[in-house]
């Protein structure tokens, strides 16, 4: 029989900050900021200037920052996306890891069961969206950690294989273009001879 936990009881979980709320042209603190695009994009980092201290607000290794709004987005931060400020759409999950894996966790809540808990807890017409409270209440299967860290080494596995096997279609692509290419070359310059 499997165990159900609260997300709450095996991870802490903070709301990112209202950016607009504590921009200060004149504060002497800066912070880079979190952005979904930085992330899948590699652009440029925008700035928030403050006087206050959100340093807790600072993205670490290990957590997962959870997109409120749909469609959600969980992303893993690895030591490339550290010290980054987390803006209010997003949530901070730092899980105990003495009891639970991000990687687990990333897993499990993009799985179709997880989805599914996710999608009954959204609230909203126009624009549907969970509460932190209700993320906090989700129920996460309590496994043990060994099991979870062999559960991450098949996910990085698989996720090697895919890159392996993406950058094999791209590289076939590419030679069949470029024997289509080489056709239609030949065929021009027959055309010309003619």
Same mark, same amino acid.
């Given at each position: 029989?499997?165990?159900?936990?609260?997300?709450?009881?095996?991870?802490?979980? #903070?709301?990112?900050?209202?950016?607009?709320?504590?921009?200060?042209?004149?504060?002497?603190?800066?912070?880079?900021?979190?952005?979904? *695009?930085?992330?899948?994009?590699?652009?440029?980092?925008?700035?928030?200037? %403050?006087?206050?201290?959100?340093?807790?607000?600072? %993205? *670490?290794?290990?957590?997962?920052?959870?997109?409120?709004?749909?469609?959600?987005?969980?992303?893993?931060?690895? *030591?490339?996306?550290?010290?980054?400020?987390?803006? #209010?759409?997003?949530?901070?999950?730092? %899980?105990?890891?003495?009891?639970?894996?991000?990687?687990?966790?990333?897993?499990?809540?993009?799985?179709?069961?997880?989805?599914? *808990?996710?999608?009954?807890?959204?609230?909203?017409?126009?624009?549907?969206?969970? #509460?932190?409270?209700?993320?906090?209440?989700?129920?996460?299967?309590?496994?043990?950690?060994?099991?979870?860290?062999?559960?991450?080494?098949?996910?990085?596995?698989?996720?090697?294989?895919?890159? %392996?096997?993406?950058?094999?279609?791209? #590289?076939?692509?590419?030679?069949?273009?470029?024997?289509?290419?080489?056709?239609?070359?030949?065929?021009?310059?027959?055309?010309?001879?003619?």
């Amino acid at each position: 029989m499997v165990i159900y936990m609260k997300l709450c009881q095996m991870a802490e979980i #903070s709301m990112g900050i209202l950016l607009s709320r504590e921009q200060n042209k004149e504060g002497l603190r800066q912070y880079k900021l979190f952005d979904i *695009k930085n992330c899948e994009e590699n652009s440029k980092y925008g700035i928030l200037y %403050t006087d206050k201290d959100f340093d807790n607000k600072l %993205t *670490k290794e290990n957590d997962l920052l959870f997109r409120l709004v749909y469609p959600n987005k969980l992303v893993y931060i690895d *030591k490339k996306k550290e010290n980054l400020l987390v803006p #209010s759409q997003f949530c901070i999950i730092r %899980t105990n890891r003495e009891i639970l894996n991000p990687i687990f966790l990333k897993w499990y809540l993009e799985s179709k069961i997880g989805m599914e *808990k996710i999608m009954l807890e959204m609230r909203g017409s126009s624009i549907q969206k969970i #509460s932190v409270a209700s993320l906090k209440n989700i129920e996460i299967p309590e496994i043990q950690i060994e099991k979870q860290r062999n559960i991450e080494d098949l996910i990085n596995l698989w996720k090697k294989e895919k890159e %392996t096997l993406e950058s094999l279609i791209k #590289s076939k692509e590419k030679l069949y273009n470029s024997i289509i290419e080489e056709i239609a070359i030949e065929r021009e310059e027959d055309v010309k001879s003619k």
